[in-house]
């Protein structure tokens, strides 16, 4: 067989798409899962139809990644289609906004749970997987890239779990790149600014642009192209790091005053 397999999660968001039909397009081998088994499906029969010749294959998984069976699942059918797991792009990101001293403590474990033990859990079993495979002598490296947001960094006076995942996100990937480079393993992480298709519901487009440096959203594709990156023999010497596709928000002290663009 060619091609890597790789596991895609979060597959149904617009990053997680935009990822798979990325790789799909270089002849990979696909496991994308999801919660949403709808619109999960939806995006693996998009990609299906626009594989062509190209050697990639497609197929979907029902699953939290914050359920230890269901990451298990994810898994066991990488290796049942694939017979081996190369790269994990994990894209699943809980967005939440709520007054801080009015938000309920079930609202801050929800997201605390799908952002960090999601990603703990889905990084360990890939990680597992990816050292057995180098002890058989099949293949040793394997390659994981974690998706958040720049809000790793910054923060929002209403999105104190939001912002709390992300730094855990983030810190999760640098331990675990570490426990990992004696296997060969890399693990980094993608920290996405305004990308269209992930803005919250009270968003100001308009608005959004007027503050960003280069004056636009982004695109998701532009987000799955550092993700494809960094999975690829061209960052062999990337681990343990954030990059952040921005727009060049982080770079800026202070957003513009001027917000005669807002909706």
Do not use: W
Not at 30 to 42: H, I, P, Q, S
Not at 44 to 70: E, M, Q
Not at 221 to 236: K, N, Y
Request: overall charge negative; some cysteine; hydrophobic content about 45%.
């Amino acid at each position: 067989m060619t091609g890597r397999s790789v596991i895609i999660t979060g597959a149904a968001s617009p990053v997680g798409a935009a990822c798979a039909r990325r790789f799909a397009e270089a002849g990979d081998r696909l496991v994308l899962a999801d919660a949403d088994e709808d619109a999960g499906k939806a995006v693996a029969s998009t990609v299906s139809d626009v594989i062509g010749d190209s050697g990639a294959s497609v197929t979907f998984v029902h699953a939290d990644t914050s359920r230890r069976l269901n990451v298990h699942n994810i898994i066991a059918e990488a290796l049942d289609v694939n017979g081996r797991v190369d790269v994990l792009a994990h894209t699943v990101m809980e967005r939440f906004s709520a007054p801080f001293l009015e938000m309920a403590e079930d609202d801050f474990d929800r997201v605390i749970e799908c952002n960090v033990r999601g990603a703990f859990l889905i990084n360990q079993a890939a990680a597992r997987q990816f050292v057995k495979q180098a002890d058989n002598e099949d293949g040793g490296g394997g390659v994981i890239v974690n998706v958040g947001s720049v809000e790793a960094v910054t923060a929002a006076a209403d999105h104190v779990a939001f912002a709390t995942s992300q730094g855990g996100l983030h810190q999760l990937t640098k331990a675990v790149a570490l426990a990992l480079s004696p296997h060969g393993v890399r693990v980094n992480a993608v920290g996405v600014g305004s990308v269209k298709g992930e803005l919250g519901p009270n968003a100001k487009p308009r608005r959004v642009q007027n503050i960003t440096p280069l004056k636009r959203i982004g695109d998701p594709e532009e987000v799955a192209s550092v993700i494809f990156f960094l999975a690829g023999d061209e960052a062999s010497f990337v681990t343990g790091q954030s990059i952040y596709v921005d727009g060049g928000k982080l770079a800026q002290l202070d957003p513009p005053s001027d917000e005669r663009g807002a909706d």
